[in-house]
């Protein structure tokens, strides 16, 4: 298959993650440029178009889409608005990558899967970024070699310094362990079958009537549990780590040990304190992967299957938060195209 010359891009939604993944397609990434971006808010379209010669601004997605030299779509508007903008990408044949969550609940994302079927072939790769992580890609290899044995268990930590003043309970779910769902169905293998949330009482640092801390579990297919603790306002620092418990050994990622200082009696590191640094390597390789992939005419990486997946379970997750219990997560049969 001959490869496309350059990657003409349009970025939809240039907030925090849209604004730093222009400079990262302009800066960092070969083979791409960004040719257009939309914002809804017009002067942050503009500011950002502006740091990159020919870019073009606008505040409707679809004119984006529709601009000059427009290759793909790279998608960073809040959850809600994705839906819309996956289905004008649709629309014009254009292969996408689009940050978590592909949608916010399993009825949208189930819509988004239809509307890819009737294409005919993948367009869409979801932005579960873990996936491109060093140590996750080496935990991911080792369970592969088969060494440890049977996966029993997966230990998740993941913690923010705070939360934005947006962020409501079920958020800790659908926006932060959406991650852990993702993780969990791709280190194990395993579909999760049912989600139990428990609450500690929140942190006196947490803003008021906010859910924070909560103790997540995920039972899934092959047996295995997986528990998550999500910690949104644990004030130190951003740490994501995992470990996996299984027959014959266990391997654990995310200590942050790869600089150890010994200084006035003490010794130790730093904690990255946001995820744009503690996953800066893990951006930067799944775009690259999605351009190459692009330009090769091919769509790898987590699929809109994956997204639906986890938007299932994060449904399910946030009715167990509300009501107490154990949820079970309903999934439609999984399409061949996804096996
Ligand atoms: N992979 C990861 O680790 C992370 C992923 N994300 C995801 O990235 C996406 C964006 O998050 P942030 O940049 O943190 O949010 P943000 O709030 O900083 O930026 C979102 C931008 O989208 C714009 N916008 C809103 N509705 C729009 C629409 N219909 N069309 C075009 N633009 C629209 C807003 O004006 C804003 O500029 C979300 O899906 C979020 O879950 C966010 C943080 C980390
Ligand atoms: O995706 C992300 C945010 O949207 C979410 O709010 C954070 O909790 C996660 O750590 C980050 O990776």
């Known amino acids: ?119 005919g072939h993948r367009r869409v790769q979801v932005g579960f970024m873990r996936r491109y992580d060093p140590e996750y890609a080496k935990l991911k290899a080792l369970l592969a070699t088969g060494q440890l044995g049977r996966p029993l268990m997966l230990h998740n930590r993941h913690r923010n310094v705070a939360s934005p003043p947006f962020f409501t309970s079920s958020m800790l779910i659908s926006d932060s362990v959406a991650h852990e769902a993702d993780v969990t169905r791709w280190l194990l293998g395993h579909e999760i079958t049912a989600v139990t949330v428990l609450r500690p009482a929140p942190s006196a640092n947490a803003p008021d009537g906010l859910r924070d801390p909560q103790f997540v579990v995920f039972e899934t297919d092959g047996g295995a549990l997986s528990d998550v603790e999500i910690f949104v306002n644990c004030g130190f620092g951003y740490q994501v780590q995992a470990e996996v418990v299984c027959e014959r050994g266990t391997a654990r990622i995310g200590d942050g040990h790869a600089l150890v200082t010994n200084m006035a009696g003490r010794w130790g590191g730093t904690i990255a304190q946001d995820w744009t640094e503690r996953f800066e390597t893990a951006y930067d390789r799944q775009i690259q992967t999605w351009v190459d992939a692009t330009r090769r005419g091919e769509v790898t990486g987590p699929s809109v299957w994956d997204g639906y997946a986890a938007a299932a379970v994060c449904e399910a997750g946030v009715r167990a938060l509300e009501d107490g219990g154990r949820v079970e997560v309903e999934l439609v049969e999984r399409p061949a195209p996804y096996a």
């Open 1 to 119: 298959m001959t490869e496309r010359a350059t990657l003409g891009v349009a970025v939809i939604g240039t907030g925090r993650m849209g604004a730093d993944h222009v400079r990262r397609l302009h800066e960092v990434t070969s083979g791409a440029r960004v040719v257009a971006v939309a914002d809804v808010d017009a002067e942050r379209a503009k500011a950002v178009a502006a740091r990159v010669d020919g870019c073009t601004a606008h505040t409707d997605p679809a004119a984006a889409l529709a601009a000059a030299d427009v290759d793909a779509v790279l998608i960073a508007s809040p959850g809600p608005a994705h839906e819309a903008t996956l289905l004008a990408a649709f629309e014009r044949d254009l292969p996408v990558l689009c940050e978590k969550p592909l949608t916010p609940d399993a009825a949208s994302a189930l819509r988004v899967l239809e509307a890819e079927l009737r294409l």
